[in-house]
């Protein structure tokens, strides 16, 4: 990996570039965490290779032969000083070369990143010993994922996703208070999944290579939306250890059926055709390499009128920027009628609202227990962005995908510990997203 290409796409190569529009992350490796725990370095490598004084010369020199053969701006992203190894452009000792070998200071290399994030959203991180941690198949390794990170594939895989609406898994329990419905989550996850496997089979890859790895290991992506909107119901904060009680639940039902789903459609049809060479148990045959993920959802929430994925609220009123200029104004229909039936909706409400940042906290005139239940992304640490993700982590085989939302003044080292604590938390990828960051925005208040 190219270390300062990561400055490169966070700053210099984000203003008026076609670069702006894509999502780039850093995957991450046990030998860097541990040596950013140990104040230490890692050795830079290149095709599984350790990276060698000779090799960093070369490359540099083949950057100068191509800025004067081809007229290129470009910089080779390192620069050699001794033994003193220099990031190139923001001039900054990142590293050393030792026995010959190009180390780099893991710190001094997450500060990038952590600046970078904070400056501009990218990167995000992966971690490849999370994501490594049970491959399914022997001999396999994943080394990238889709664009939104909810799915580490495999060569030429591509995804098959779709989410249940968990706003719909709820129902009226004893003392008419809204009850989360198992029975329902359970039904709805079970024919989700039988309804993926059967897109692998409708579908047509659009080259040979695309069919074969989609037909062969018949990975699905089911996940869900609507997560704060079911809390609302419930009325549950997203930020409380109930709410993390309920996600607990709510996977561990996901999981169960769409196993159950997979077992009983290789009974019927046959295990996937890679299953021979994987690590599931030979005698419980299954119909998917892998079945659970969470998406973005980020288009079709809209459609059904409910809040995307497992995010919080991003705020109770806010506007969705659409192409062209268009835009699309969202009120949290859950709020509005808890504004009414607790007797405190006004006709200038929601204009006091936006001005609040689409927030109610420190409202006066809304009592304290509407407050604590409707918070927005804003409104909640890091800390539990992360804990909310870490908990469905436990029960998705693919992975998930969620932002952590930063108010404009979170600084560098919210972003430090947000990562950090990502680290340790049994993700398989995390984005920062600081409000105001970047010229384009889609959600704004």
């Known amino acids: 990996m190219w270390v300062a290409k990561v400055k490169l796409y966070g700053e210099k190569g984000r203003i008026g570039s076609k670069t702006k529009k894509f999502n780039v992350s850093v995957m991450l490796k046990l030998g860097f965490v541990d040596a950013l725990e140990q104040d230490g370095y890692f050795p830079l490598t290149y095709n599984g290779e350790e990276f060698t004084r000779e090799d960093l010369e070369r490359a540099i020199g083949n950057s100068r032969k191509s800025e004067a053969w081809l007229g290129s701006d470009s910089q080779h992203s390192l620069r050699l000083e001794g033994d003193k190894v220099f990031e190139t452009y923001g001039n900054k000792e990142i590293g050393k070369v030792e026995g010959g070998v190009v180390k780099i200071h893991a710190e001094t290399f997450f500060d990038i990143i952590v600046d970078n994030a904070h400056a501009t959203a990218d990167p995000g991180l992966l971690f490849s010993f999370n994501m ?3 491959v399914q198949l022997v001999g396999e390794e994943y080394r990238a994922t889709n664009p939104c990170g ?16 968990a706003k719909m898994m709820s129902r009226i329990g004893a003392g008419s208070r809204r009850e989360l419905d198992k029975e329902r989550i359970y039904r709805t996850t079970y024919k989700a999944q039988r309804f993926l496997d059967n897109v692998h089979d409708a579908n047509q890859g659009p080259i040979p290579e695309v069919e074969e790895a989609a037909r062969g290991n018949r990975r699905t992506g ?5 997560w704060a909107n079911l809390l609302a119901d419930l009325w549950i904060p997203y930020d409380s250890e109930e709410a993390l009680e309920l996600a607990d639940r709510f996977g561990s039902i996901m999981h169960n059926a769409s196993y159950q789903a997979s077992l009983d459609i290789a009974t019927e049809k046959g295990p996937f055709p890679n299953f021979a060479r994987s690590t599931f148990d030979p005698s419980k045959p299954l119909r998917n390499v892998a079945r659970l993920a969470i998406a973005p959802t980020g288009t079709i929430s809209m459609v059904y009128n409910v809040n995307s994925a497992i995010e919080p609220f991003f705020a109770l009123i806010y506007h969705k920027q659409m192409r062209g200029g268009d835009y699309i104004v969202y009120l949290v229909d859950e709020f509005e009628q808890a504004a009414k039936e607790w007797g405190f909706y006004r006709d200038d409400l929601m204009a006091d609202v936006r001005a609040n940042h689409g927030s109610i906290q420190g409202m006066n005139d809304i009592p304290v227990e509407v407050q604590r239940v409707f918070v927005t992304s804003h409104d909640i640490s890091p800390e539990w962005h992360v804990k909310t993700q870490a908990v469905f982590q436990r029960y998705m085989d693919n992975a998930v995908s969620k932002t952590i939302n930063l108010r404009n003044s979170a600084t560098p080292e919210d972003v430090r510990q947000a990562y950090l604590l990502s680290m340790r938390s049994g993700l398989k990828g995390v984005t920062v997203y600081r409000d105001g960051s970047r010229d384009e925005q889609i959600l704004v208040v």
Request: negative net charge; contains cysteine; charged residues 15%.
């Open 132 to 134: 490594n941690n049970n």
């Open 150 to 165: 909810e799915i580490p594939l495999w060569e030429y895989e591509p995804c098959d996703l779709g989410s249940i609406i």
């Open 222 to 226: 089911l996940g869900l939306m609507g």
